[in-house]
C-alpha cells in the first residue's frame, strides 16, 4: 500500500481541495454493504457524525481481500476523494487499497448495524463510543469543557485547581467517600470504638471533595475572579437519572460581587455555552435532535420532550425569571398537582424542600422558562451562604432548567467573621477543619459570591439525553464502578 498522510475523515467533507486526489483514511467501519460486483463500505474515524462511504470495485480489490471488512473492524483505505454519485452523500472515494488493521469477528462483537438499547451499550461503554450517539455526546462534552474554559479566559477569570484529598466537608451534608491506607482488617484504636486516624496517611480523617469551593474562594479573595472545574464525589444514595457518585463541576466565585452580580455571570454564562453548542456543534446536535424525536414519538403528547435545538435557542433567547424561595412556595401551594396530591412529596408549607418535580413544574408548567430562585430557608442550606437580616434566609441562588430541574447551585458567602463563626459554632463543624477559612473573614473580607454548575446535568440539557449515566464516560453510580 502506498504511504500517504492520513486525512480525518470531517476533512474531506469540507476540504475541496482534496477532490479527484488520493487520499488515505482509517477509521473503524460502521457497515458493509453490496452486489455483485461493487460494495460500499461506510467509515468513521469519530471526527464527525457523517461517515465517508468507500466504494469497492471488486475489478479493483477482489471481494475474498476485504471479506474481514466487518462492522466494528479497523481498517486503512487509499483511493480516489470523489464527488459522489449518490445523493445521500457528497463525497465518496474510489477504493485502490485496503488494510485490515484489526479484525472484529461479527459472531463476536457486540455492536451489530442496528439500534442498540442505551442500557446494552451502558453496560459496554468500552465500545459505545463507537455509536453515533454516544461519539456525538462525547465530542459535545469536549466543546463545552473548552467553551467553559474560553468563556473565563475571556473575562480574566483564572481557573484554580482545588485539591481532590481533603478534611472538610465543604457542603456539610455528611456524604463524602473516605480515602485511606489503613489496614481496614485491623485499624488502630485509640480507646475501644475510635480510630485513631493520626496513623492513616495524612494523620487526620481525609475524604475526596464534594466542591472546590472553600479553597476557590481563598484564592478569589486575592486573584478576584476564580474558577475551579474538576471532580467532585458524593457518596449519596440516590438511584437517579439526574445523580452521579462521580460528576465534575464549574464553580466560578467572585470578589466584591453580591448575590445579584452572580444571578446576571450564571445567566450571561449557562446562555453563552448554549450559543457556543449551537454555533459549532451544528451536526451532532442535529443528529440527537432527530434522535430525541424518534424516542419520544412514541410517548403521549403532554410526556414529551420538546425539539432539541428549538429547545436550546428558546432557553438562549429567554430571561430567567427570578423569584424567591418564599414566592416559589406560594404558586406550588396553590399549584393543581399539589392540592390534588399528585407530586410525591406534596409541599405542606413554608421551609420544605424543593424536590426536581416541583422544580420542573415551576419551570415546565408555570414559567415555561429557566427560573432562579433566591432566599431559601436556612435549615436546608449550606453553612457558607450569606445570612439575610430577616434571621431565617440565606442568599441562596438555584437555577432551575427544563427537563433537569436544578443545574446551578450557588450563593453570595458570608463574610462577616461573626456571623460566620456562630453558623460554625451551631452546626457542630470542628474548628480545626475550618480554621483557615474563617480566618479570610478576619483579614480583609470582602462581599463575594459563586456558584456551581453540574457539568453532567449541563450536558443533559444540550444533548437532550434523558440519563445522566450516558453523558459521563465512564459513570460511577451506587453499585456501579465498571471499566
Ligand atoms: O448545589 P450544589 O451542591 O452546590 C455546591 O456544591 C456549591 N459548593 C457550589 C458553589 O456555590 N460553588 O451542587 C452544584 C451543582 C448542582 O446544581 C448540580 O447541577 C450538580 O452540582 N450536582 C450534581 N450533579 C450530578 N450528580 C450529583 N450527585 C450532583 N450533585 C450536585
Ligand atoms: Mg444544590
Known sequence: MKKLLRTKICDLFTDESKYNKEVNVKGWVRTKRGSKNVAFIALNDGSTINNIQIVVDFNIIPEKDISKVTTGASISVNGIL????????????NASSIIVLGEANPEEYPLQPKKHSLEFLRENAHLRFRTNTFSAVFRIRHAMTFAIHKYFNDKGYYNIHTPIITASDAEGAGEMFRVTTLDLKNLPLYDEKNIDFSKDFFGKETSLTVSGQLEAELAALALTQVYTFGPTFRAENSNTTRHLAEFWMIEPEIAFADINDNMDIAEDFLKYLIKYALDNCNDDLQFLSKRLADEEKNKKMQDRAPELIGKLKSVYESDFERITYTQAIEILLKSKPNKNKKFAFVIEGWGADLQSEHERYLVEKYFKKPVIITDYPKEIKAFYMKQNDDGKTVRAMDILFPQIGEIVGGSQ??????????????????EKDIWWYLQTRKFGTVPHSGFGLGFERLMLFITGMGNIRDVIPFPRTPKNAEF
Do not use: A, C, M, T
Not at 470523489?82 to 472515494?93: F, L, N, P, R, T
Open 413 to 430: 458567602r458570608e463574610e462577616e467573621y461573626d456571623k460566620l463563626n456562630s453558623i460554625i459554632k451551631e452546626q457542630n463543624i470542628p
Open 82 to 93: 470523489v464527488e459522489s454519485q449518490g445523493s445521500k452523500q457528497k463525497v465518496e472515494i
